[in-house]
């Protein structure tokens, strides 16, 4: 029970981390840093709950279907910044 509520505490944390993250940051890279900060959160809760509720076996597909999205923004955030990189930046890539 201590293990539940320790890892609900951490997503709690982690959870208004990136929303800090997400409203504060000028950038878009850190934006999206703020987005994958609020996901692991969200599977550090649902973690939790799955520890304080065993018998919900419907959790752990909500935790991999949110650690699928994570990756899928992960991924599209590095096309975006791939793309910006090449087409503002040319041949300099010390700026990035």
Do not use: H, Y
């Not at 996901?39 to 699928?68: C, E, S, W, Y």
């Not at 899928?72 to 791939?82: H, N, P, S």
């Not at 930046?89 to 700026?95: A, S, Y």
């Amino acid at each position: 029970m201590e293990t539940g509520i320790v890892l609900l505490a951490a997503g709690l944390f982690l959870f208004f981390t990136g929303l800090v993250q997400c409203l504060t940051s000028r950038k878009f890279l850190g934006f999206l840093f703020g987005i994958e900060i609020c996901l692991n959160a969200a599977n550090l809760n649902l973690a939790g709950f799955l520890v304080i509720q065993p018998q919900r076996t419907d959790l752990q597909t909500d935790i991999v279907l949110i650690i699928a999205l994570a990756a899928i923004e992960a991924a599209i955030g590095l096309v975006i910044f791939t793309w910006i990189s090449r087409n503002e930046l040319k041949e300099d890539f010390r700026l990035i």
